[in-house]
């Protein structure tokens, strides 16, 4: 066994992984009885290297997050200057100078009025902030019973208790249940999955998902909800992207009732679909954008909060305040990070890259719709969902059972053994997700997709 494959302690690396290591949203069944924990401990560009020296190509950009590629020596430079000069200090009542100007670009890169910016360490916390702002605000303005929310059947917005309240993923809350009250749920935006009347009408089944938000707001009492939760694309369930018009119907119904709408852009945010902020790639503007990940690559944690003007208003003066804050919200190492990760944007034109190769990554992605177990490929930029079926021509899914077996018994372990990190997924109908670095273009894309075609030709030969 190599010296780098073992702890300062002289165990090795999977052994002691199995023994002290709790992973997030982990089996811990799977590497009983000598199970190998994959250890992944080097990335350069798009790809990521295991501790026995095999090569990934990084399908998910780490979890949604490494938009700039792995091993980027100047975002790991930006860190250390800034820890040698101030390595900490908090934002409760003092400022830094990397979190000044790290809100200020960010205010300036919102659209419309959205020109405070909260801090927070990732997005999860963010969500909770916006929540937390959204019902302290109709307090102060004088409409204290606003305070529930509205999201989506099947969205992530977080772990925490708050952020988990308004997550629609019923699997994932049940064991923390009682949660925040005065989370509710309406129709996401899964053409795939919409009405059979509606699935050959973009346009009306936007139209229709939306006025199911306003059929909500009406049925729980305008007067007692006080924000709308949506993703620009939403992730959990397979990357399902707005249908034409919903943001602009969205947008009405929310002013008609005098409801916050927040646009959550952990993963959307950051060239993910194309711009900066997603919202501007669906031409909306939110009351709210929380957002973390690509803030910063993934290379320091970072997440926030970015709200309007009007809604920073009542705290402008006098004795109030927001009581909310994170220790290490606006890390001062984080925003020098952010700061340099989007200089790298400027500089190399990401942006325009994924706007000019995204129709090719989706063409790629495509030609997979040959395969009798592809249904569907959908998302936007450089976010997709391939869904998976029994029967392409009934859309007939999998059953628990079914998606078991292919998911965890099958497909994650013989994408991986691949060499193709991406997510296979069950939170809805059986998917798997891809999200790659924002660097990479059409060779990296035919890659994916061969790589995807003979694990899912060998899938469909063993059902």
Same mark, same amino acid.
């Given at each position: 066994m190599s010296a780098g494959n073992v702890t300062p302690r002289g165990t090795a690396r999977t052994d002691a992984a199995r023994e002290h290591l709790w992973m997030h949203f982990t089996r811990h069944s799977t590497f009983a009885d000598g199970g190998e924990v994959p250890i992944i401990v080097r990335g350069e560009g798009a790809h990521v290297y295991d501790a026995a020296g095999k090569e990934y190509l990084d399908g998910l950009a780490g979890l949604f997050t490494v938009q700039v590629g792995h091993g980027r020596t100047e975002l790991a430079e930006a860190a250390s200057r800034q820890a040698q000069q101030l390595a900490f200090f908090p934002l409760w009542s003092y400022a830094h100078p990397t979190a000044i100007d790290l809100a200020e670009r960010l205010a300036h890169e919102a659209p419309g009025d959205l020109d405070r910016v909260f801090f927070t360490s990732g997005g999860g916390e963010a969500v909770e902030a916006a929540w937390k702002l959204a019902k302290q605000y109709f307090k102060l303005v004088g409409k204290p019973t606003k305070h529930k929310v509205i999201s989506r059947a099947i969205a992530y917005h977080g772990t925490t208790a708050g952020a988990l309240s308004i997550t629609g993923i019923p699997e994932v809350k049940a064991p923390f249940e009682p949660l925040v009250p005065g989370g509710f749920r309406a129709p996401n935006t899964n053409l795939y999955r919409a009405p059979e009347h509606l699935r050959d009408d973009p346009k009306a &089944?936007?139209?229709?998902?939306a006025d199911r938000i306003g059929e909500a707001i009406e049925f729980e009492g305008a007067d007692t909800v006080a924000a709308v939760f949506v993703e620009p694309v939403q992730n959990a369930g397979g990357c399902f992207p707005p249908p034409p018009g919903y943001f602009e119907r969205l947008r009405e119904i929310c002013d008609e009732h005098?409801?916050?709408?927040v646009s959550d852009e952990t993963i959307c945010a950051f060239g993910r679909i194309g711009e900066l902020f997603a919202c501007k790639d669906f031409d909306y503007v939110p009351?709210?954008?929380t957002c973390a990940k690509g803030l910063t690559s993934g290379y320091s944690p970072l997440g926030a909060m970015i709200a309007s003007s009007r809604l920073f208003e009542p705290f402008a003066?006098?004795?109030?305040? &927001?009581a909310h804050g994170y220790t290490f919200g606006g890390h001062p190492v984080s925003c020098a990070v952010a700061m340099e990760n989007l200089d790298i944007f400027e500089r190399e034109g990401l942006v325009q890259h994924v706007h000019e190769n995204a129709p090719h990554f989706r063409g790629a992605l495509e030609r997979l719709?040959?395969?009798p177990i592809v249904g569907d490929v959908r998302g936007a930029g450089f976010f997709?969902?391939?869904e998976l079926v029994k029967d392409r021509h009934t859309r007939e899914t999998f059953s628990g059972e079914e998606a078991e077996r292919l998911l965890?018994?099958?497909?994650?372990?013989?994408l991986f053994e691949a060499g193709l990190y991406c997510r296979a997924d069950d939170r809805g109908d059986p998917v798997i997700q891809l999200a790659p670095p924002l660097i990479i273009g059409p060779r990296e894309f035919d890659d994916i997709e061969q790589r995807l075609r003979g694990v899912l030709t060998e899938a469909w030969a063993r059902l």
């Amino acid at each position: 066994m190599s010296a780098g494959n073992v702890t300062p302690r002289g165990t090795a690396r999977t052994d002691a992984a199995r023994e002290h290591l709790w992973m997030h949203f982990t089996r811990h069944s799977t590497f009983a009885d000598g199970g190998e924990v994959p250890i992944i401990v080097r990335g350069e560009g798009a790809h990521v290297y295991d501790a026995a020296g095999k090569e990934y190509l990084d399908g998910l950009a780490g979890l949604f997050t490494v938009q700039v590629g792995h091993g980027r020596t100047e975002l790991a430079e930006a860190a250390s200057r800034q820890a040698q000069q101030l390595a900490f200090f908090p934002l409760w009542s003092y400022a830094h100078p990397t979190a000044i100007d790290l809100a200020e670009r960010l205010a300036h890169e919102a659209p419309g009025d959205l020109d405070r910016v909260f801090f927070t360490s990732g997005g999860g916390e963010a969500v909770e902030a916006a929540w937390k702002l959204a019902k302290q605000y109709f307090k102060l303005v004088g409409k204290p019973t606003k305070h529930k929310v509205i999201s989506r059947a099947i969205a992530y917005h977080g772990t925490t208790a708050g952020a988990l309240s308004i997550t629609g993923i019923p699997e994932v809350k049940a064991p923390f249940e009682p949660l925040v009250p005065g989370g509710f749920r309406a129709p996401n935006t899964n053409l795939y999955r919409a009405p059979e009347h509606l699935r050959d009408d973009p346009k009306a &089944f936007g139209r229709w998902a939306a006025d199911r938000i306003g059929e909500a707001i009406e049925f729980e009492g305008a007067d007692t909800v006080a924000a709308v939760f949506v993703e620009p694309v939403q992730n959990a369930g397979g990357c399902f992207p707005p249908p034409p018009g919903y943001f602009e119907r969205l947008r009405e119904i929310c002013d008609e009732h005098d409801v916050l709408l927040v646009s959550d852009e952990t993963i959307c945010a950051f060239g993910r679909i194309g711009e900066l902020f997603a919202c501007k790639d669906f031409d909306y503007v939110p009351d709210i954008i929380t957002c973390a990940k690509g803030l910063t690559s993934g290379y320091s944690p970072l997440g926030a909060m970015i709200a309007s003007s009007r809604l920073f208003e009542p705290f402008a003066h006098g004795d109030t305040s &927001f009581a909310h804050g994170y220790t290490f919200g606006g890390h001062p190492v984080s925003c020098a990070v952010a700061m340099e990760n989007l200089d790298i944007f400027e500089r190399e034109g990401l942006v325009q890259h994924v706007h000019e190769n995204a129709p090719h990554f989706r063409g790629a992605l495509e030609r997979l719709l040959d395969l009798p177990i592809v249904g569907d490929v959908r998302g936007a930029g450089f976010f997709y969902g391939i869904e998976l079926v029994k029967d392409r021509h009934t859309r007939e899914t999998f059953s628990g059972e079914e998606a078991e077996r292919l998911l965890r018994g099958f497909l994650s372990p013989a994408l991986f053994e691949a060499g193709l990190y991406c997510r296979a997924d069950d939170r809805g109908d059986p998917v798997i997700q891809l999200a790659p670095p924002l660097i990479i273009g059409p060779r990296e894309f035919d890659d994916i997709e061969q790589r995807l075609r003979g694990v899912l030709t060998e899938a469909w030969a063993r059902l």
